[in-house]
């Protein structure tokens, strides 16, 4: 089993390197659907990926139709009309791959599409006075989500780079005021 996040559509450059980052750190993969809102290079996408570019799997799609004949597995929804939150769902009983399936930043996933997947569909609860939270955060906070139910299949739970007892040896020096 795999856990991939669907970009639908996506236009900020930004929000597309921030998620491309989140996939890095969990192992993920990403899917993106045409067309973009920007060019998708490692120029438009270096500072928000933190130069993980070259880490990331990701796809590039003509259409939905595309991706969909591609890719079988279950697929969620996250819109702003789901009626459960992200959650509710049991990640760890789905057979195959799961597929997380975020919307453009303007206009989110077509409306068609998410009528006929209504059981599906999820939102992260938020204040009524909010209408979305910013895309980059609502893919990491469904993609933890199944991480954590999944128990972070092959995820670091301990520092790697700096090593596991890095903050035990750190020689902490005073800090003076002049």
Known sequence: MSVHVVLYEPEIPQNTGN?????????????IIKPLGFE?????????????????EYTLYEN???????NPGTYFYMTRYGK???????F?????????????????IPYERLR???DRCFRIPMAGTCRSLNLSNAVAIALYEVMR??????????????????????????F???
Not at 64 to 69: N, Q
Not at 92 to 108: M, P, Q, R, W
Request: glycine letters at 6%.
């Open 19 to 31: 998620i491309l980052r989140t996939c890095v750190a969990t192992n993920s993969k990403v899917h």
């Open 40 to 56: 998708l290079t490692p120029e438009t996408l270096k500072r928000s990926t933190s130069n993980h570019l070259d880490l990331a």
């Open 64 to 70: 939905f139709e595309e991706f969909e004949e591609k």
């Open 84 to 90: 459960k939150p992200h959650s509710s769902f049991d």
């Open 92 to 108: 760890a009983s789905v057979e195959g791959d799961i597929y997380l399936i975020f919307g453009k930043e303007s206009t989110g």
């Open 116 to 118: 006929d997947n209504l």
């Open 149 to 174: 139910q999944l128990g972070f299949p092959d995820l670091s739970l301990t520092e790697v780079q700096k090593g596991e007892d890095f903050l035990e040896s750190f020689d902490v020096k005073p």
């Open 176 to 178: 003076h005021r002049k």
